[in-house]
């Protein structure tokens, strides 16, 4: 909520005046696992890079050229992270968003580089996704720099798998 929605909603709130309630999408439960159950379900090379901030070589991924309409998914847990339709060509050789879906992301600070960078990673499970920039296109002005191998395509038209539980 915009700060200045908050405030005059707050202010309705104290002056007595019914204010709406309005609904938003749950945020996803989170969930744990260990290691070795992680290492069971994703290939060593996701594992390295969503649970051990690993980062994949530029230009590896088959997701970089994806260009279908579809969803783009946690390779580790199944949430939704991307529309397709949020896809674009950053020229930096790993899938570039400049949006991610509601609720589908957190983010954090890493120092790895010297200079502070915004980590994001799966809302569910944690894993690690890629890095937050201020140099994307419009609406948003963000790229959100992807590991293809932390993500799984579904086309559109396509059942979402189950989130892995």
Not at 94 to 118: E, N, Y
């Amino acid at each position: 909520m915009e700060r200045r929605t908050m405030l005059k909603t707050l202010s309705a709130w104290m002056a007595g005046a019914a204010v709406p309630v309005v609904a938003t999408a749950a945020p996803p439960m989170p969930l744990k696992k260990t290691a070795v159950e992680w290492k069971s379900l994703v290939s060593p090379a996701a594992y390295q890079v969503l649970f051990e901030e690993g980062t994949e070589r530029a230009g590896s991924s088959a997701l970089n050229g994806e260009k279908r309409p579809g969803t783009f998914v946690c390779a580790a847990c199944s949430l939704p992270l991307f529309d397709a339709a949020h896809k674009y060509e950053s020229g930096t050789g790993w899938p570039s968003f400049w949006q991610p879906r509601p609720d589908a992301i957190g983010t954090s600070t890493d120092f790895k580089m010297i200079l502070p960078r915004t980590e994001y990673h799966c809302a569910r499970c944690g894993g690690h996704q890629g890095h937050v920039f201020n140099d994307g296109p419009k609406p948003t002005g963000k790229r959100y720099c992807n590991n293809g191998v932390a993500l799984a395509f579904v086309p559109q038209g396509e059942a979402l798998p189950a989130l892995r539980s």
